[in-house]
C-alpha cells in the first residue's frame, strides 16, 4: 500500500493537479487536509473517474479533511472522543467542532487525516484550542492502542507543530514569540508519540521541509518548515518499507504551500512487486 497525505488548500482549485499526482505516483490512499469546501462541493467525480473511493468531511471555505483510496473505506469516523470544537467568543465544551478530523479502515490500517488547529498566536485563544486538540487526540491514541496494540494505526496530516530546531527553516518564526515552534506546543507533540505512535518519514528522509509560505520567495530561498506528517503505530512502523517528500509539487502553476509525503507499506498478503520504492 502507498499512503499519502497532502494539504491541499483547496480542492476545488487543485482537483486535476491533485488527481494526477495520485495516479502518476500510484498512491492507494491519499488523506487530505485544507480542502475548503462542503461535502456537496467536493469533486468526486474526477476521483471516481481515476478508481478512487472518497470521504469527504467538510462545513465551509475553511479546513475540511478528506480521504480518497481505491480501495474500500469502512468505518469512517468524522472526530475522535473528546476532540474540542472552536468558535470566536465561544468557549467551553459545547462549542461547535470544526472539520479537522476523518478517520477510516482501508486494507486493514486505520488512518486519520488530520488538520490540527493552527493556534494563530502565543496568548491567542486558538492556541489553547490547538493544544487542548492535541491532548484530546494524544488521549484517543494511548486509550486505542492500549486497547489494541496490534493495531497499524497512522495520524497523518498538517501538524502545524515543527518538533525541531532542524525542522524550521523560516526566519520570521521566533523562539518565545512565534506559534509553531514554541515549547508547549513541541511538548504535545512530543507526548503525542509518547503516547504510541512515531515518525516514520524521517528515518527514511533525514532532511526536508513540507511547507512553505507563499511571501518573501519562501520557497526558493528553501525557508520552510516541516509540519506535515505521517505517525504510525508500532505495527504501522514496522510495515513501511519507503518514504518520500515530493518538493517538485511546490513547484509550477498554482502549487499548495504544502507537497505530499508518502510512504509505501509492505502489508502481509499484498503485492507491489510491480511498484518502484520511493527510499
Not at 52 to 69: C, D, T
Not at 77 to 85: K, S
Request: charged fraction near 25%.
Amino acid at each position: 500500500m502507498r499512503l499519502a497525505t497532502w494539504n491541499v488548500n483547496s480542492i476545488r482549485a487543485r482537483v486535476d493537479r491533485i488527481v494526477d499526482f495520485a495516479v502518476r505516483e500510484s498512491v492507494d490512499v491519499l488523506a487530505m487536509q485544507e480542502i475548503k469546501c462542503k461535502v456537496e462541493q467536493f469533486p468526486f467525480e474526477k476521483f471516481e473517474e481515476a478508481g478512487y473511493h472518497v470521504e469527504a468531511h467538510g462545513f465551509s471555505q475553511w479546513n475540511g479533511v478528506a480521504i480518497a483510496s481505491r480501495e474500500p473505506i469502512e468505518d469512517v469516523e468524522t472526530a475522535f472522543p473528546a476532540m474540542p470544537g472552536f468558535a470566536k467568543g465561544h468557549e467551553g465544551p459545547d462549542a461547535p467542532q470544526e472539520a479537522r478530523a476523518i478517520g477510516a479502515t482501508v486494507g486493514g490500517v486505520k488512518v486519520w487525516s488530520l488538520y490540527v488547529p493552527n493556534g494563530r498566536a502565543l496568548g491567542d485563544p486558538h492556541y489553547d484550542y490547538k493544544l487542548h486538540w492535541l491532548t484530546a487526540l494524544e488521549d484517543y491514541t494511548r486509550e486505542t492502542l492500549a486497547a489494541s496494540p496490534d493495531l497499524p494505526l497512522a495520524l497523518v496530516g498538517d501538524f502545524n507543530i515543527a518538533p525541531t530546531d532542524a525542522d524550521n527553516g523560516d526566519p520570521s518564526l521566533v523562539p518565545g514569540f512565534s506559534t509553531h515552534i514554541s515549547q508547549p506546543e513541541r511538548e504535545a507533540f512530543a507526548a503525542l508519540e509518547a503516547a504510541g505512535v512515531q515518525d516514520v518519514v524521517r528515518p527514511l528522509v533525514p532532511t526536508g521541509f513540507t511547507y512553505w509560505d507563499y511571501k518573501q520567495l519562501r520557497f526558493p530561498r528553501n525557508e520552510g518548515l516541516r509540519i506535515d506528517f505521517i505517525l504510525g503505530s508500532q505495527a504501522f512502523a514496522d510495515a513501511v518499507a519507503g518514504a518520500a517528500i515530493h518538493r517538485d509539487e511546490r513547484k509550477g502553476d498554482g502549487p499548495s504551500d504544502h507537497v505530499p509525503v508518502v510512504v509505501d507499506l509492505d502489508l502481509e498478503g499484498q503485492d507491489d512487486d510491480d511498484r518502484p520504492m520511493i527510499f
